[in-house]
């Protein structure tokens, strides 16, 4: 089934291939800056740190919708040993297998692909069961902390949390800028908020999975003219789900990634930050999330941290 022709104009609109020259793996974290870090850190006030991560556990998030992808199976291999002998020194070590989307985490832009093709026009089959990800793994970015932004949808149409057949659009973004008193610029890390992770920390991960509001096919155009950095919000599946275009799924993974060459995040708490946001009235903040560099992997856990 190809994809509809809706899905190629859009493509052709936000595509970047080229645009950081022909050998680029990290797209659009080219636009952060020396300055725009800078400007970041100039945003913090209070120095109030704000964890958005969900915790890494054996009952998260994943419910067997995904194949493969696993919570953390987690296995102590020493337990207080004495390793140079008797009365010496003790340590403890443990292990864990876990899938890299498991909770909190990044897409790297050889996560998607579609007709062939990864970002900048690389062959997807670059992508392979040995070496992984041969370019534009999850390990390309030396570095990502930049302004952060908090659109927060739900609170702008004032309500906890979206209803799961609800699609962000532009103008939902347009409306959360306008709530918070701030607009988004060229470098930033921007933060979707649906409340939908409300219903993992209620304890329903099958409801949290499907319906999901989340964001429409036409958000890329609005990140694209805007030269985002990077977008995360607080669902599994980061775009609505099911899809808003009958039988286009994913086809927002594919123009952030693919076309764009935009990082997006999945699973992120933003219940603090929302909180934190309202009581400061602001919603621009240094953003720490640094991808752990796994060589060849297309995600990655991460510990988002923002500092206001």
Known sequence: ???????????????????????DEIGTLNLITDSVVRDAAATVRTGQRIPLALPLRQDGVQSGLIPGRVNPLHAMVQINQELF??????????????????ATHW???????HSGRIYNGRPADTVTAHAGAQFSSIAAPRHLVSRGVLLDVARAHGVDRLPGDHAVTPEDLDAAEEFGGVRVRAGDLVLVRTGQVQVYLA????????????????TPEWFHARDVAAVAN???????????????????????????GM???????????????????RYGFLLSAMPEPFVGATGTPVAPVAVL
Request: net charge negative; hydrophobic share 40%; with cysteine.
């Open 107 to 113: 897409d790297a832009l050889t996560h998607a692909s």
């Open 85 to 102: 002998g008797p009365g010496t020194v003790a340590t403890s070590d443990d292990i864990v297998t876990l899938g890299l989307q498991a």
């Open 1 to 23: 089934m190809s994809l509809p022709a809706e899905f190629h104009e859009i493509a052709k609109r936000v595509n970047n291939w080229g645009r950081w020259g022909a050998d």
């Open 203 to 218: 304890g329903d991960k099958q409801a949290y999975a499907y319906p999901s509001p989340g964001l429409s096919v036409r």
């Open 263 to 281: 990082l997006q995040g999945q699973n992120w708490n933003l219940e603090g930050l929302s909180t934190a946001c309202a009581e400061a009235k």
């Open 234 to 260: 607080d669902t599994l599946t980061f775009e609505i789900f099911p899809p808003e275009i009958e039988d286009l799924w994913l086809g927002v993974h594919a123009l952030d990634l693919v076309e764009m």
